[in-house]
């Protein structure tokens, strides 16, 4: 349990501080105050980026893991239509390493986007 007592102001019954010290304890209890609400719209900021950064590596995967299984499947619908064509077709989308170049693209931009956090 907390000792401490509301204290009334300067002239309040009880009060054992002059004028002068409970003006400046005034003034030190509202600038701890305000260093607080401060520190605390700092880290809402700090939030609100990673969340931003975030949203924006999620986008981007979503949108590379789109665009590979769009490649897959170009390669699988060409295979069915011209079944001697299959192994060529996916020696082409291999040697494209298309999975791979998308992955750097994830990668780089969540370092970029990290960076701007």
Do not use: W
């Not at 401490?4 to 304890?25: D, H, M, N, Q, W």
């Not at 924006?56 to 665009?67: L, P």
Request: overall charge positive; glycine content about 10%.
């Amino acid at each position: 349990m907390s000792n401490l007592v509301p204290f009334g102001g300067y002239g309040s019954p009880g009060s054992s501080l002059s004028p002068r010290v409970a003006k400046a304890l005034g003034r030190q209890l509202g600038s701890i105050e305000a260093g607080g609400a401060v520190a605390l719209a700092q880290i809402d900021v700090a939030v609100q980026r990673r969340e931003a950064v975030t949203d924006g590596v999620t986008s981007i995967a979503a949108r590379a893991m789109q665009h590979v299984a769009a490649v897959s499947q170009t390669e699988v619908q060409m295979a069915l239509t011209v079944p001697n064509a299959s192994g060529r077709l996916a020696a082409v989308a291999d040697a494209h390493a298309h999975a791979l170049a998308m992955t750097g693209i994830v990668i780089d931009t969540a370092r970029a986007l990290g960076r701007l956090a």
